[in-house]
């Protein structure tokens, strides 16, 4: 059904375009104030400007397609031709993607921009080659921490809490590791999911806490900090070798250049949702991030048994 949707959808935008125009359909699950689809608006008007309305870009916001996961998989079947997707959830279909989610493996944002601009990144995006999508570029999407209706001051706060996570391995791992229970939860139900008790608490930055409505029913934020994932945006490969090589520049140039715009949008949206959110009554609570970082630590080195992620860590150390 999906599927049948997305082709209708991508048809009648080709019909809207015109003919001689190359249209490539783009989903996301976050909604229309997100740092993220401004990113992508900036990303599919470079794409008009620099292809002469050649190739046009159509952006589907707040899951209209599908959850991230759904979306995903229909890049990688070609029946969407991109979407945008959280970091962690990448390694779903590509485990070089673990690289990038483990937890306190960046230091800080500035540590992460670097690597978002490094050669490693470049490799990272060209890591799923064969398995039905590549990435064009990374967004910025903050550091993730956990939120709940009741303060979490200690991991041992935690401790056998329902936890909404991506479906990923690796949170999965670093939540069990914190001593709670790992729910995966699709983004776009993280509300009621809180809001009806099937989870406890959920973790994410504070622009998905302000944006997707979920400081109304969790207020409290503790900073841990645990992880900081840039999110992804994927093309499929079938799209991707449809595009003839001058059309691969224009996409991947306009892609790199709207991550260097989304990366300023976010520090400036990330700050104005940390003041909305402390109007509405949410409260920030400052943790001990040490005692977090060690309970975790042993992921770090289990990763690096790993000749192929070992890479991805030593170079990110090493930035």
Avoid at 91 to 100: C, G, L
Avoid at 111 to 119: D, I, V, Y
Avoid at 180 to 209: C, H, K, M, W
Wanted: glycine letters at 6%; zero cysteines.
């Amino acid at each position: 059904m999906k599927k049948t949707l997305v082709t209708l959808v991508a048809t009648s935008v080709l019909a809207a375009f015109g003919v001689n125009a190359k249209t490539l359909t783009l989903g996301h699950a976050m909604n229309l104030d997100s740092a993220a689809h401004a990113g992508m608006v900036i990303f599919a008007d470079k794409v008009k400007e620099k292809s002469d309305g050649d190739i046009n870009v159509k952006i589907f916001p707040n899951g209209m397609l599908g959850s991230e996961r759904d979306q995903a998989e229909q890049v990688v079947t070609g029946a969407l031709d991109m979407a945008k997707i959280n970091g962690s959830l990448a390694e779903s279909f590509e485990p070089t993607y673990k690289a990038i989610s483990i937890p306190y493996l960046f230091r800080d944002s500035n540590h992460m921009h670097t690597f978002m601009r490094s050669e490693s990144a470049e490799k990272l995006l060209a890591s799923s080659a064969g398995k039905g999508f590549v990435g064009i570029t990374l967004y910025d999407s903050g550091s993730r921490s956990f939120y709940s209706s009741k303060p979490i001051n200690t991991p041992e706060d935690l401790a056998g809490l329902k936890i909404r996570v991506p479906e990923s391995p690796t949170m999965m791992e670093m939540v069990r590791l914190l001593g709670a229970r790992a729910t995966p939860v699709p983004f776009t139900e993280v509300y009621t999911a809180l809001q009806q008790g099937v989870i406890d608490a959920a973790e994410n930055n504070i622009s998905s806490l302000v944006e997707m409505r979920h400081s109304e029913v969790a207020k409290y934020y503790s900073m841990d900090q645990h992880m900081m994932t840039p999110d992804l945006i994927m093309i499929s490969e079938a799209t991707w070798a449809s595009l003839n090589p001058e059309q691969q520049k224009i996409v991947k140039e306009a892609a790199i250049e709207s991550m260097e715009e989304e990366i300023k949008i976010w520090a400036a949206t990330d700050e104005k949702n940390m003041k909305i959110a402390k109007e509405s009554g949410v409260t920030f609570i400052d943790v001990d991030t040490s005692k977090f970082r060690e309970k975790v630590l042993p992921m770090i080195e289990d990763a690096k048994q790993d000749p192929t992620l070992k890479y991805y860590i030593d170079s990110i150390e090493a930035m």
